[in-house]
Every structure is written in structure tokens, then in C-alpha cells.
């Protein structure tokens, strides 16, 4: 199944208030990192992405540069330097984090040991595991 499949036939929340591709290239200058195509995708079409308990960082055009994605990104950049290459996008709990990369790879990066370890999946495809993960769980 692919993840819009998914998002279709379940309760996904994501916002209604969209930013535009000239919002994106200023997040991306602020964030300092070039964003993947499906990352970008992600923010024009979905701007976040939230499953059950599960919740994905994003951008509204509401917050903007003050969105999660954008605030918890520049957070991990300040910290925790092995991050400056990636896009925070989910806060996993017990200090690890889901970052992606310019390429739309995701990694867990655990600021406890300051170690990323790719998780072989892309943006979309890391999504719709996570999001599936919870409705196994049931």
C-alpha cells in the first residue's frame, strides 16, 4: 500500500493550511539544508502528517518559520552537530529523532550516543511503516 492510499482510508490528520513552494525555499534557507523532492511534496501537499499517537513534524502556513519542523530542526542543528545535514521529522522518544536528508533518506539519530543510523527507507516509505506499525500494535 502506498502511504497515500493509506492516508485516504484512515483518520490521517494533516492541516489545511498549506504553505507554497516560495515558503519552502525560505524554510529551507533558514534551516540551512536543501530539502528532498519527497519531503517537499510532503510539505506542499500535507504540510504534517499524524496517525494515532504517532506525529510528524511539518509546516503550516499559520507558524511558518515557528512550525515544528522548522523550530525542532534548528534545535537538533544547535546541540547536536552531526545533525547540520538533516531536516528533524519525528521525535521518537527517549531522545532519538527520525531526520531525513536532502535526498529524502531517513535516519534515527540518537543524541545520546550522537550516532545516525539509516534506516534504509525513504521519506514516504518510512511514513507509512510507522503509521502501519501502530495499527499492528491493535
Known amino acids: 500500500m502506498a502511504l497515500k492510499e493509506f492516508i485516504d482510508s484512515r483518520a490521517v490528520d494533516?492541516?489545511?493550511?498549506?504553505?507554497?513552494?516560495?515558503?519552502?525555499?525560505?524554510?529551507?534557507?533558514?534551516?540551512?539544508?536543501?530539502?528532498?523532492?519527497?519531503?517537499?511534496?510532503?510539505?506542499?501537499?500535507?504540510?504534517?502528517?499524524?496517525?494515532k499517537h504517532i506525529e510528524m513534524y511539518g509546516v503550516n502556513s499559520k507558524q511558518l518559520l515557528e512550525s515544528d519542523l522548522v523550530k525542532q530542526t534548528k534545535y537538533l542543528h544547535k546541540y547536536f552537530s552531526k545533525t547540520m545535514p538533516y531536516i528533524a521529522l519525528e521525535n521518537v522518544g527517549d531522545g532519538c529523532y527520525a531526520i531525513i536528508s536532502g535526498k529524502d533518506e531517513v535516519y534515527e539519530y540518537s543524541s545520546e550516543s550522537d550516532m545516525a543510523t539509516d534506516t534504509?527507507?525513504?521519506?514516504?516509505?518510512?511514513?507509512?511503516?510507522?503509521?502501519?506499525?501502530?495499527?499492528?500494535?491493535?
Request: proline share 0%; no cysteine.
Open 14 to 51: 494533516f492541516t489545511k493550511s498549506l504553505v507554497h513552494t516560495e515558503e519552502v525555499k525560505k524554510i529551507e534557507k533558514e534551516v540551512g539544508v536543501s530539502f528532498g523532492e519527497e519531503l517537499i511534496e510532503y510539505i506542499l501537499k500535507y504540510g504534517y502528517l499524524a496517525y
Open 120 to 138: 534504509g527507507l525513504k521519506l514516504f516509505d518510512y511514513i507509512l511503516k510507522r503509521f502501519e506499525e501502530v495499527d499492528n500494535q491493535e
